[in-house]
């Protein structure tokens, strides 16, 4: 299936590892331009090297913590003038610290707000106005599973990823007429290092092992496994790609079934 994404350019947010490079790595096999953006120069420089000379596309690595506001305008900046435009944004950003109410400060709420609500609505608002110029835009937020049933002991996530969702399905119907269409892709307990790190709270918060916590979790999917970051960045290049345009406002889990409710 041809998706139509030869010659468009996507920005990338936190892309140097998981479902970020994942998703990259995906869009640069279609055809893709890529923005790429991270915090660390070293391995998001390797990683645009090797992403580039796998897919014989160009990649425009660009340091930057989408927590930062500044960072964030001057990301997106230097993509457009580097590529001209931005047809396809998906944000994503490393996960909130785990915890309990009672356990998180307001520094913590704050900064958790910053990095996964703010980031959002910073990206959206850069590449937005170019996007209904040039009618045809394509904007998709990396979630959770827990939006649409919420994980214990991730107060932070479970909240701000809620609100990321509310914002998407509002924009989806504002800018649909422009030929944008506005999405969520909610992942599941995925075999990334932000699930190793939950595996390690865990055991440390319960008195197991990582893998008994991993053990758990693959015992709570229906597929009895952990997905793969390649399986979750397939469904991600559709919801970006030509053939997706009559797709907007949803937020679609990829996780093995984990999720019980109906819809």
Same mark, same amino acid.
């Given at each position: 299936?041809?998706?139509?994404? @030869? ?41 645009? @090297? ?31 003038? @580097? ?19 009672? &356990? ?28 209904? @110029? ?30 990321? &969702? ?13 030929? $944008? ?26 008195? $197991? ?55």
């Amino acid at each position: 299936m041809d998706l139509g994404l @030869k010659g468009k350019v996507a920005f990338v947010a936190a892309a140097s590892r998981g479902l970020g490079r994942a998703v990259a790595e995906e869009l640069a096999a279609e055809g893709a331009s890529l923005v790429l953006c991270a915090r660390n120069a070293e391995t998001l420089s390797l990683v645009s @090297k090797q992403i580039a000379q796998t897919s014989n596309v160009s990649v425009f690595p660009v340091v930057a913590d989408v927590s930062n506001e500044e960072d964030v305008a001057a990301a997106v900046k230097a993509g457009i003038e @580097k590529f001209g435009r931005i047809d396809i944004l998906v944000t994503n950003a490393g996960g909130p610290p785990a915890g309990q109410f009672e &356990t998180l400060s307001r520094e913590m709420w704050e900064a958790a707000t910053r990095l996964t609500l703010n980031s959002v609505l910073e990206l959206t608002g850069a590449v937005l106005p170019g996007m209904k @110029k040039r009618q045809w835009g394509r904007i998709l937020n990396i979630t959770s599973i827990a939006v649409k049933q919420p994980v214990d002991n991730l107060m932070l996530s479970n909240s701000l990823r809620a609100a990321v &969702t509310g914002f998407a399905r509002t924009l989806a119907n504002e800018v649909a007429t422009h030929g $944008i269409t506005v999405n969520n892709i909610l992942p599941g307990y995925t075999r990334t290092e932000r699930v190793e790190e939950l595996a390690k709270a865990a055991s440390e918060r319960e008195g $197991i092992s990582p893998a008994e916590a991993s053990a758990k979790w693959e015992a709570e999917i229906p597929m009895r496994r952990l997905g793969e970051p390649r399986e979750f960045a397939a469904l991600a290049a559709f919801l970006v790609s030509e053939r997706a345009s009559y797709i907007t406002g949803t937020s679609i889990a990829v996780d093995g079934g984990w999720i019980r409710s109906l819809v």
